[in-house]
Structure formats: structure tokens, C-alpha cells
């Protein structure tokens, strides 16, 4: 065997391999994003939602809240379009190099031939032993990444209408945009002030579900409401914000499952911010600053006491266990909000750096 000879089956050997780390690493990224049922940060999915998330963002930098609201809103639906295409590319670049390094052949035809096997067009084929195993197992592949999206989206859509569901009801509670005042003096007014707990309890099960579909589903943390002023993370903040000034500030009897709520909601959004590898502190303690000041505290005792509402006299004690529970979130709550491009809402997304001078002009 002449060096010429032997240079050729080293170099077809190495175009062989490169095509089955193609075909390989695509088929692992699209195992992990539409199999695997938990949140693992798959590069090519990555790579993918940050490239088109960089020119949506581009678009609606300078566009008015509803402007942006309409864009984005196409953003992850777009994205999940583009995903199955960009796989079946990949693993259409693959084979091309598989059917090369098998029998080399003018591109075009390589082409040609790894197009009609991936997408089972049938109207080129090599009658080669080799060949046709590479074109069924190619076929073969092709329909099955179909099949994944076909189950995926079903899935992806379900619990984003439970999560909606959830966000509209909170709504009727806590108005639009919510706020803590609103919601518990509707709460007062019903007279339910102190039978919440199967609030609390149902916004615990409504955490425990976000915290594992929108890391298992990552696409769901930019499926917007149908309603451009509504957000999941909005309603997430306002539900912890509730809970912890009826703990801290009114004059009730105490409700553990309001501190359980807090936990679940803030271990939730952790567990979120960690997929997209948002920063935040994990052990926070009583005295570091939060977003909200003493005196926005002091406005909602205020237009409270003004209802009627029973509230504990001791100010001072209250707003120490209000930032208290605040701090657990107060980083990962607008953190997620920036990255969302959440609806203006108070003590939410207008503390975030994007939304924080519209905010102040409204």
C-alpha cells in the first residue's frame, strides 16, 4: 500500500468520524431537549434560543411595552419552528460526510442523496451495501426527530394553559397589574383575610409545576400571556409579595402555609434561574438591602389602614419581617423579569434595569 493510498484512508477514516460526532451530539441535544424530563442546558439549544433572542432584542429595544409585548411574543414559538430544521440539517451535514467517507462522490449528488433518505423522498439511493444501511438508519432518524416534536409541543402546551389559568385567576384577586394592596383588600372586603390558606396551598402546587416544566420545558419562560399585561413571573412575585406582608404586617392570626408558599416560589425561581444561569444570592440573610423601600412599605400600610384593614402596630418589626421574607427572592424575582421582558408591575419588573425608566415615567 503506496503513501497515497494509505493518506486516503486515514483522511476518509477522520471525515467518517467527524460525521457520526455530528449526527452524535445532535442526536444527544435533542434527546436531552425533548426527551429527557428535567433541565439540562443543552449547548446546541443555547446557541440556538441566543441567537434569535439577540435579534429580537435588537428589534424592540427602543419600542414602546406594547410594540414588545406583539414582537416577542413570536419569539419562542419562531424558535421552536427553526429547532426540528436546524437538527434535521445537522444530522443532514453528517450523513453527507458518512456517505463520502463511504464512497466519494461530487458534493451535489452527497447532498442530494442524504436529503432524499432524512426526509424519505425516496428519489435517490446507492445500491450499495453500505449505502443503504446509511440511508435507513438516516431515515429512520428523521422520522423519529418528527415524532419528538410532534409529542413535545402537546406537552409544552398543556402546561403553559395550566399555568395561565392560574395567572388569570390570580388577576380576579389581585387586579391588573397585581399588587399587594389590591389583594388584600379584596381579601378583607370578601372577608376571607383569614381563611387563605387554600390559596397559599394552591399557589405551592402552582410553584412546584413552574419549577418543573419551565426548567424541563425551558421555552416556557418566554411563552408570554395571551393578555400583554398579565406574566407568570408578575403573578409569581405578587403571590410571594402577599404572603409575605400578610406574615410580616397585618394583624391575623398566623398562617404557616403562607411561609410555605414563600419557600416554594422563591425555591422555584432558583431552581429556573440556574438553568439560564442567572445570578443571585443562595444564602441571603436579614440585614442585605431588597428593591423595595420603607417608604413604599409604609404607602401600602397606609391605603390599607385607610380600608379598615387590621394591621400590626409595631411598623418597625413589620417591615424587618417583610424584608426579611423579600430577601429570599428579591435577586432571582427581578433577575427573571429582566430576562422576560415582564409587564410593568409594582415591585416587580419595575425595579428591573430594563423596565426601571418606563416605570418611573408611568
Not at 178 to 207: H, K, N
Request: proline share 6%; charged share 20%.
Amino acid at each position: 500500500m503506496d503513501v497515497n493510498s494509505t493518506g486516503m484512508i486515514v483522511g476518509r477514516t477522520a471525515v467518517f468520524l467527524i460525521g457520526l460526532f455530528i449526527i452524535g451530539s445532535t442526536l444527544i441535544g435533542a434527546i436531552k431537549t425533548f426527551i429527557l424530563p428535567r433541565g439540562v442546558n443543552v449547548w446546541l439549544t443555547r446557541v440556538v434560543f441566543r441567537s434569535i433572542s439577540l435579534f429580537f432584542r435588537l428589534r424592540v429595544r427602543r419600542a414602546t411595552y406594547e410594540e414588545r409585548d406583539r414582537i416577542m411574543a413570536f419569539f419562542p414559538p419562531l424558535t421552536l419552528f427553526l429547532m426540528p430544521m436546524i437538527l434535521l440539517v445537522l444530522i443532514l451535514l453528517g450523513y453527507v460526510l458518512l456517505f463520502w467517507a463511504l464512497e466519494p462522490r461530487p458534493l451535489p449528488e452527497l447532498f442530494y442523496l442524504s436529503g432524499s433518505s432524512l426526509l424519505t423522498l425516496g428519489y435517490a439511493s446507492v445500491n450499495t451495501p453500505g449505502s443503504k444501511l446509511l440511508e435507513f438508519s438516516e431515515a429512520m432518524i428523521g422520522l423519529v426527530l418528527i415524532a419528538m416534536l410532534i409529542a413535545y409541543l402537546p406537552t409544552m402546551y398543556s402546561a403553559f394553559s395550566r399555568r395561565e389559568t392560574a395567572v388569570v385567576f390570580w388577576e380576579a384577586r389581585a387586579g391588573a397589574p397585581p399588587t399587594v394592596a389590591q389583594m388584600i383588600a379584596r381579601s378583607y372586603r370578601t372577608g376571607e383575610l383569614e381563611r387563605l390558606r387554600d390559596v397559599w396551598l394552591a399557589w405551592q402546587t402552582w410553584f412546584a409545576e413552574l419549577e418543573e416544566s419551565h426548567t424541563s420545558l425551558s421555552p416556557l419562560v418566554f411563552f408570554r400571556s395571551p393578555q400583554p399585561q398579565r406574566s407568570w413571573i408578575t403573578a409569581a412575585g405578587n403571590v410571594m409579595d402577599s404572603a409575605a406582608f400578610m406574615l410580616a404586617a397585618v394583624d391575623v392570626r398566623f398562617e404557616p402555609q403562607a411561609a410555605f408558599c414563600i419557600r416554594a416560589g422563591f425555591l422555584a425561581l432558583r431552581q429556573i434561574a440556574d438553568f439560564f444561569n442567572l445570578p443571585y444570592e443562595p444564602n441571603p440573610t436579614a440585614d442585605l438591602p431588597i428593591s423595595i423601600s420603607r417608604y413604599e412599605f409604609e404607602a401600602v400600610c397606609d391605603a390599607l389602614a385607610e380600608q379598615n384593614v387590621p394591621l400590626k402596630l409595631d411598623r418597625d418589626q413589620a417591615w424587618r419581617d417583610f424584608a426579611g421574607w423579600r430577601v429570599n427572592y428579591d435577586d432571582v424575582l427581578l433577575a427573571l423579569a429582566a430576562l422576560t421582558w415582564a409587564p410593568f408591575a409594582p415591585w416587580i419588573s419595575d425595579r428591573s434595569a430594563l423596565n426601571r425608566t418606563a416605570a418611573e415615567k408611568r
